[in-house]
């Protein structure tokens, strides 16, 4: 058990509103940037979150990969999202790659403030 867990809090995000308030836009985003920085994809589940008059409100997301997981949640009403991205580096070092999604993912919400911490987790065995 070793990886890296990448984590942001994004504060007064710039991207177009919709952005945050669609998970199926956000689903595929997060799919193609993981298959683009070369992450396996093996599920995923995004929710819509809805306000009492029906209209979209914030999402929350995972994709599941064989490497770990991507998580994201929204809050369109503070214009802020949380971001989580932890791969396990037991067959491969996966960090090179965490750090490119990451940097992409966090470009996407344009946010004015960035809040990051990076956990090292688990130890190497000799």
Request: net charge negative.
């Amino acid at each position: 058990m070793h990886g890296l867990h990448l984590i942001a809090d994004l504060h007064d995000c710039r991207c177009r509103r919709e952005f945050l308030l669609d998970a199926p836009g956000l689903e595929s985003f997060c799919i193609a940037a993981c298959e683009r920085h070369g992450l396996t994809v093996v599920g995923r589940c995004f929710h819509q979150f809805r306000t009492a008059a029906g209209e979209p409100a914030g999402v929350t997301g995972t994709v599941v990969l064989a490497e770990s997981h991507l998580a994201v949640h929204t809050w369109p009403e503070m214009a802020g999202a949380t971001l989580d991205i932890y791969v396990c580096n037991f067959s491969a070092d996966n960090s090179d790659r965490a750090h490119a999604l990451f940097d992409e993912s966090i470009a996407a919400f344009a946010p004015e403030r960035v809040e990051k911490k990076r956990v090292a987790r688990g130890s190497i065995r000799a």
